[in-house]
């Protein structure tokens, strides 16, 4: 019984394409985020969604533009796709709240390839 | 501008032996430290954490140090076994105000555990 699930977790596709990653957890947090890691392994966090809300949105290119049905969801949904977008795209969960030390639970992540 | 380092890119130790995992970070302003286990073609997994109130967690063969001071942590794992082998990286929280945080990951250190 996955906690944080996301589809696809292989996508190729051309550039120039749209494309979108869904993400869904089951944990009942009110917290989700999407983080990226590049080429270097270095994992940098995109987005976060608190309760539907965008809380923090890192400086990401605006082709990238994350949409929260419910607070169980956080889809990533990228436009004109570059080369550069190539990487693995985590999505994670996690109950946050004011002094709470809580951690963020992760999918598996959704391996993107631009071509 | 990297706010969380990890230096070693790689560590390999002997199964039995201590297995001493290091980081360091520059922002006074995280309060909250993690690490996080990371096998391929998986999502990272929440290992251990620490308060910045605190200098020492303890969780079975994981031991997690934090030195405010010279802004270092470190994990210790003893015994090492083989199925530790894997990437671990560091994470500090820094704190938007209110409920929402944001991970900051190092990049990461691969552990080989070797029979």
């Known amino acids: 019984d996955t906690a944080v699930s996301q589809t696809p977790k292989y996508l190729v596709t051309q550039m120039g394409n749209d494309k979108s990653i869904k993400c869904e957890q089951n944990?009942?947090?009110?917290?989700m985020y999407w983080y990226k890691q590049d080429s270097k392994k270095f994992l940098k966090i995109m987005f976060s969604?608190?309760?539907?809300?965008?809380?923090i949105n890192e400086t990401v290119p605006n082709r990238f533009s994350p949409k929260s049905p419910d607070k169980a969801h956080l889809n990533l949904h990228i436009n004109s796709l570059e080369l550069g977008d190539s990487a693995v795209y985590f999505c994670?969960?996690?109950?946050?709240?004011?002094?709470?030390?809580?951690?963020?639970?992760f999918g598996q992540g959704t391996r993107l390839t631009v071509v | 501008d990297q706010q969380v380092k990890q230096n070693s890119p790689s560590l390999s130790v002997q199964e039995g032996r201590i297995s001493i995992l290091n980081c360091d970070y520059t922002?006074?302003?995280?309060?909250?430290f993690l690490w996080y286990k990371k096998y391929p073609a998986e999502g990272p997994t929440f290992l251990i954490s620490?308060?910045?109130?605190?200098d020492k967690n303890e969780d079975g063969r994981f031991t997690v140090f934090l030195n405010k001071s010279a802004k270092h942590l470190s994990l210790h794992i003893v015994p090492s076994q083989p199925g530790d082998s894997a990437v671990y990286f560091c994470?500090?929280?820094?704190?938007?105000?209110?409920?929402?945080?944001?991970?900051?990951f190092g990049t990461g250190t691969l552990l080989a555990v070797q029979p």
């Open positions: 922002n006074s302003m995280f309060d909250y």
């Open positions: 994470a500090a929280r820094a704190n938007y105000g209110g409920a929402t945080n944001k991970l900051i």
């Open positions: 620490i308060s910045s109130i605190k």
């Open positions: 994670a969960s996690s109950q946050d709240g004011i002094g709470e030390t809580t951690e963020a639970f």
């Open positions: 944990l009942g947090h009110d917290t």
């Open positions: 969604y608190n309760n539907k809300e965008l809380i």
